[in-house]
């Protein structure tokens, strides 16, 4: 098994946000996590990134319990995550916001930095290397040197994809990647996923925007109070009662 979570389940206080959710991620795939506002879908991404401990439930990545892991290890592992909204450096280049990004798969220490040692050196250079190849990638190329500040939304989630990248992983999980965009770039940026399936990187990503997700999705996870109530195909899913009644709260039509 790739991804998968046993009886994930994560409590605050009161509430269960996330309910007994046992999921696998289909490999090298496209997967998507839907749901009705305050399902759990974000608790269920920081559960499996590491952001949060479960209350009770384990995440097991190649037949490895990571469950106690903290984020950083998680993501050394191969596992990256994007957020709602990325916080870029906006006084610093596209280039720099991104080359920060792969220093976490680097060794060198602040004494490294300090020295400028050659282990330093080495590491700089290719974590550059790197981010010019990612930045390639997400087809940012031509505004790599811009500061942060000056590009459009649509550049921003690229970049944020762009930083998932640079940590080399095999899976990423994206929480919703094209809010606040409009159609052609929405489009754009589903290419931009089936381009990293291509290259063989797992995706995950949590969407409203429905059309995008039933076009573009392999396998699809619906939330619904914290608890999973289907899972399957985009036919599936959409020829599925209960999400139809999650969605529209049992009327006839959306
Ligand atoms: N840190 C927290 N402390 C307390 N309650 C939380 C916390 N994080 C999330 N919740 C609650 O858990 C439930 C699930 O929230 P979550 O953000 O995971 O839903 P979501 O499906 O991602 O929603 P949306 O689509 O609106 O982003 C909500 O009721 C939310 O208020």
Redesign the pocket.
């Known amino acids: 098994m790739f991804l998968e979570t046993k009886a994930l389940t994560k409590q605050?206080?009161g509430?269960i946000?996330?309910n007994d959710v046992s999921f696998s991620l289909e490999k090298g795939k496209i997967n998507a996590i839907i749901?009705?506002?305050?399902?759990?879908?974000?608790?269920?991404f920081n559960l499996v990134s590491g952001s949060h401990s479960p209350t009770s439930g384990q995440v097991i990545f190649k037949d490895q319990n990571i469950t106690k892991l903290p984020p950083n290890k998680i993501a050394e592992l191969g596992i990256a995550r994007t957020f709602?909204t990325t916080n870029l450096f906006e006084q610093s280049t596209v280039l720099d916001n991104v080359i920060v990004g792969h220093r976490l798969r680097t060794n060198s220490t602040l004494l490294d930095a300090v020295l400028r040692t050659k282990r330093f050196k080495r590491e700089e250079s290719k974590c550059k290397e790197k981010a010019i190849e990612v930045l390639d990638f997400v087809g940012l190329t031509a505004v790599s040197d811009q500061l942060a500040s000056n590009i459009t939304q649509e550049e921003k989630k690229r970049v944020a994809f762009a930083l998932a990248l640079a940590t080399d992983p095999e899976v990423v999980f994206l929480d919703?990647p094209a809010a606040g965009i409009n159609p052609d770039e929405t489009e754009g940026l589903a290419e931009l996923m089936k381009k990293m399936v291509d290259r063989g990187i797992t995706v995950c990503l949590?969407e409203?925007k429905m059309q995008m997700i039933m076009k573009l999705a392999d396998k699809i996870m619906v939330?619904n109070y914290?608890e999973k109530i289907a899972e399957g195909t985009p036919e599936e899913i959409m020829n599925n009662q209960m999400v139809i009644e999650a969605y529209l709260g049992g009327s006839a039509s959306a």
């Not at 749901?35 to 269920?44: D, E, I, L, Q, V």
């Open positions: 605050f206080g509430l946000a996330v749901g009705p506002n305050g399902a759990g879908k974000s608790t269920f709602q919703e949590i409203h939330l914290g």
